[in-house]
């Protein structure tokens, strides 16, 4: 397994600004992603950051509106520029450990934007 | 394209027994997965199933039929702390997760 944390936990921010979502790892893993996830909803892929890489962004998502580092492989970073109310969401980091490809889940960031 | 379906909500009884099915139609298939979500937390992993069949794990077990696309999760003995969503995911054949919009599951005394 692993254990996973983020910061900050919760955030309310205004319209224009950005905010960076840092994760962190207790263990070493090569793949790590990023989801949103709105109120009611499902999950939401953003990108997927592999260390060494440029992250891959899912259709919808673009880097000058999301961009991420992946410094090493214990740790993340996902910006979300130029804030609107549209990005209030739960933004969430995950990783996979091994076979079989189980995805381990950090405590999300709770972001308002007003 | 990739579609994965679920119940948006079911209802049950403390102590009883609770199928949540999930059909679904990815571009290929690396495995299915069941995630407990409680409200305001994160998904925690609870199955994984890659050949077909049953695979039992305590007071829960999932079940997969890949010719029919089609999974379950069963939870028996049901207690007030699984309420909570449970969300089906498959893995396409980019080992991507696919996920569905998940089942809120209401336990009643």
């Known amino acids: 397994s692993a254990v996973i944390s983020q910061k900050p936990s919760r955030d309310i921010c205004q319209r224009g600004t950005s905010l960076t979502i840092q994760c962190q790892v207790d263990?070493?893993?090569?793949?790590m992603f990023w989801y949103r996830q709105q109120p009611g909803q499902s999950l939401t892929l953003i990108a997927t950051?592999?260390?060494?890489?440029?992250?891959?962004?899912e259709s919808g998502f673009v880097i000058d509106k999301f961009p991420i580092s992946r410094p090493n492989l214990t740790f993340s970073t996902l910006t979300v520029s130029n804030m609107s109310p549209e990005d209030s969401s739960i933004y969430l980091c995950s990783v996979v450990v091994r076979d079989p490809y189980e995805q381990y889940f950090g405590p999300g960031t709770r972001l308002t934007v007003t | 394209g990739q579609n994965i379906d679920q119940p948006t909500e079911m209802t049950a009884t403390e102590g009883a027994i609770v199928q949540i099915n999930c059909t679904y139609q990815?571009?290929?298939?690396?495995?299915l997965f069941w995630y407990q979500q409680h409200a305001g937390e994160a998904p925690t992993f609870l199955s994984y199933?890659?050949l077909d069949g049953l695979e039992e794990k305590g007071r829960f077990s999932s079940f997969l039929s890949r010719s029919k696309g089609y999974s379950y999760l069963l939870l028996k003995e049901l207690q007030m702390k699984d309420s909570a969503s449970y969300l089906c995911a498959v893995m396409d054949s980019n080992y991507q997760l696919i996920w569905g919009a998940g089942t809120k599951l209401i336990i009643k005394p």
């Open positions: 263990s070493q893993v090569t793949m």
């Open positions: 950051a592999n260390q060494g890489s440029e992250a891959t962004y």
């Open positions: 199933n890659v």
């Open positions: 990815t571009s290929g298939f690396n495995g």
